[in-house]
T-cell receptor, first 114, second 112 residues
């Protein structure tokens, strides 16, 4: 099976702009989670989607939002970008059945906010 | 929410030595305990995991041990090799931890 893919891989934006990142999970995986990775804070959980519904949300401001489509593909949006939003954004998918907690990560989208 | 602490934050060993990384968590309902490895510039990947009904699991040179009473689990790497150099993350899961909290990571450097 093809792995998790993310587009775009790199992105440069300026403060105040908004950005949309895309994640295609492994075929058959119904759960998609998003993480922000920075050198100082490690991997921080943004949110998880399952069957088009947000199942849980991390401690990020409302500028961070997401959605999931019926084919399990997911997008996350960040509005009114700030310099501190510069990070690697990783998505991860999993089947989400019983005993299927392993996260399969995509390569990430590296966002630079100027 | 789950509090996850990982120690040490950096670890440098000589090739052939052993390395141990410890992860402490707070949610007693956690029941799945994975370790992920992230090499420089690459995505995190699962290297070993354990469930709460097992105390230890081994896979060649790596092992994970779990102490549910004390709420910690550890990654053990024996006969380390330069390709083991990476950042390792723990991510105790289950119970109320649907927020999927990862430890802050341990940078392991194996010196040839």
């Amino acid at each position: 099976k093809a792995g998790v893919t993310q587009t775009p891989r790199y992105l440069i934006k300026t403060r105040g702009q908004q950005v949309t990142l895309s994640c295609s999970p492994i075929s058959g995986h119904r759960s998609v989670s998003w993480y922000q990775q920075t050198p100082g804070q490690g991997l921080q959980f943004l949110f998880e989607y399952f069957s088009e519904t947000q199942r849980n949300k991390g401690n990020f401001p409302g500028r961070f939002s997401g959605r999931q489509f019926s084919n399990s593909r997911s997008e996350m949006n960040v509005s009114t970008l700030e310099l501190g939003d510069s990070a690697l954004y990783l998505c991860a998918s999993r089947p989400a059945g019983l005993f299927q907690e392993t996260q399969y990560f995509g390569p990430g989208t590296r966002l630079l906010v100027l | 929410g789950e509090n996850v602490e990982q120690h040490p934050s950096t670890l440098s060993v000589q090739e052939g030595d052993s390395a141990v990384i410890k992860c402490t968590y707070s949610d007693s309902a956690s029941n799945y305990f994975p370790w992920y490895k992230q090499e420089l510039g690459k995505r995190p990947q699962l290297i070993i995991d354990i469930r709460s009904n097992v105390g230890e699991k081994k896979d060649q040179r790596i092992a994970v041990t779990l102490n549910k009473t004390a709420k910690h689990f550890s990654l053990h790497i024996t006969e380390t090799q330069p390709e083991d150099s990476a950042v390792y993350f723990c991510a105790p899961t289950g119970g109320s931890n649907y927020k999927l909290t990862f430890g802050k990571g341990t940078l392991l450097t194996v010196n040839p």
